[in-house]
């Protein structure tokens, strides 16, 4: 068993996963990183590099139309998810752009647009009062006042996060990968400023800003599965288990199987002239029972297929996280182990769609409450983790804010930790990060928010408890879970 628990912090160290993927929003390495400013020549004959519309300018680091810059500016500040019904591969221009709209905000990441570049409305609107009130001071006669800039001290009266106040100066020399104060850690495309500033608002130091655009795309590279990775598991577990290709090769009970069930029994010799009707139904039952108990093993199969190519994406991220190398190896198996299925919770959180009221992952299947219970499921374990899904739906949570609540959770407080103190003051890092961007993100009062932010990781908790005793009632059961699920979540086979 300690030989499984060490193969889980071996998982980044092999090729089972895809590299990151390509369109993530950090990953423009085919984009010139700073465009030269001033006027573009012949700009009528320029195109949009998104949908080959004609370009206005550049926007949010990109050559686009201004279709294509308010289409991503919507995405960006609404967040969100849409979902291709064409196999995710669409050739975008000026017809497809209104028909698949995942495949057109891939093409407008691939062409270098910037999430953080998207100014949110309420900067917008507090920019706009601004200068409305210098229009008012200037009508009045009176000069307009210089807008205020922090002092040193107002901006250094708290010392950066990764200091030796809140953790020792040999792992303070880990951070040092997040980049220099103001040197943007190292030119990729992520080390631009996350978020514009907002006026009277408190900034966030450069090492918080550069640990949040790190956490932002580690978050997006291990996301999400890819369709490689989709195959290639398929053909690992098909080729390791016979049982599970059988169950592959299961098209799934529907109302025309039955049909044809019950019509195939019919036709059988002596089946209606030497039988009783009620022994009739009961046969008939007995197959019809047998083909969803097949297809219940199908939903299942899915649905463990994808946890387990989502837990090695968590731990993929999590061995990325500052710090997290510091720790001893025990810990690092603790923290893994104990965090995957409220990590799981918080994916699950950023793939809900509410218009469908259901979880969409890489393959695009929708995973509906009913999928879920098709499976075997209980029913009110599930209504909770949609519930759960829906209220983050609503509290608007951005992929910054999601980023650092994961982190707080992959560090929070276990048992059998060695050294838990270091552990709680490598979280108190994180944590502070997130009070700082509530701060400085969000329209007041940040306080609340901050404290909202902060109490739905005691739900994750409570609902990964309840993962483990869902693991329970399968086993009871005689639903099989593969090894990998059973060890990670400490449930015996």
Not at 66 to 87: A, D, L, P, Q
Not at 112 to 117: A, D, F, N, S, V
Not at 213 to 235: C, F, G, H, I
């Amino acid at each position: 068993m300690q030989f499984v628990s060490e193969s889980i912090l071996l998982l980044a160290g092999h090729d089972d996963m895809s590299p990151p993927n390509s369109n993530g929003p950090f990953n423009n390495n085919n984009v010139e990183e700073k465009k030269k400013k001033g006027p573009l020549p012949r700009l009528s004959e320029e195109l949009c590099l998104v949908c080959g519309d004609r370009a206005s300018g550049y926007h949010y680091n990109a050559l686009t139309c201004e279709g294509c810059k308010g289409f991503f500016r919507r995405s960006m500040t609404k967040n969100i998810v849409y979902v291709c019904k064409y196999g995710q591969n669409c050739e975008i221009d000026m017809y497809m752009r209104r028909k698949c709209q995942e495949c057109r905000l891939k093409k407008c990441l691939a062409v270098g647009m910037r999430p953080e570049c998207v100014v949110p409305e309420f900067t917008c609107k507090a920019k706009r009062q601004e200068k409305e009130k210098q229009r008012g001071r200037a009508r009045s006669g009176s000069v307009p006042s210089e807008p205020s800039t922090p002092t040193p001290s107002d901006a250094g009266d708290k010392r950066g996060i990764l200091s030796p106040a809140t953790i020792s100066q040999d792992e303070v020399a880990v951070a040092q990968g997040a980049g220099e104060p103001g040197g943007g850690g190292g030119g990729g495309p992520g080390s631009g400023p996350l978020c514009m500033p907002v006026p009277g608002r408190k900034t966030l130091t450069a090492e918080q800003d550069e640990l949040i655009n790190r956490l932002v795309r580690y978050q997006e590279e291990y996301e999400s599965p890819t369709k490689e990775d989709m195959r290639r598991s398929a053909l690992e577990r098909s080729s390791s288990d016979p049982a599970e290709l059988q169950c592959k090769q299961i098209t799934g009970l529907t109302v025309l199987t039955v049909r044809l069930i019950v019509e195939f029994t019919k036709q059988l010799p002596g089946f209606q002239d030497k039988l009783c009707r009620d022994d009739q139904i009961c046969l008939v039952k007995a197959q019809v029972n047998a083909s969803a108990a097949d297809d219940s093993e199908l939903h299942l199969s899915r649905i463990t297929e994808m946890t387990i190519l989502t837990i090695k994406l968590i731990v993929e991220f999590s061995k990325r996280l500052t710090f997290f190398d510091r720790l001893l190896k025990d810990d690092q198996i603790t923290l893994l182990k104990a965090c995957s299925s409220e990590v799981m919770m918080l994916r699950c959180a950023r793939r809900y769609d509410e218009d469908t009221e259901s979880i969409v992952f890489a393959n695009n299947y929708p995973y509906t409450r009913a999928a879920y219970e098709r499976a075997g499921l209980d029913a009110s374990t599930i209504e909770k983790n949609f519930k759960f899904c829906k209220k983050m739906s609503k509290m608007k949570v951005d992929n910054a804010e999601y980023a650092l609540l994961t982190a707080i959770d992959i560090f929070s407080d276990r048992c059998m930790l060695q050294e838990p103190e270091k552990v709680e003051r490598i979280q108190s890092i994180y944590v502070e990060a997130l009070r700082a961007y509530v701060d400085f993100q969000r329209p007041p009062p940040t306080g609340v928010i901050f404290a909202k932010l902060l109490s739905v990781l005691t739900e994750v908790r409570q609902l990964g408890k309840l993962n483990t005793e869902l693991c329970w009632s399968l086993k009871l059961k005689q639903k099989t879970l593969p090894p990998f699920l059973h060890e990670i979540w400490d449930v015996p086979a």
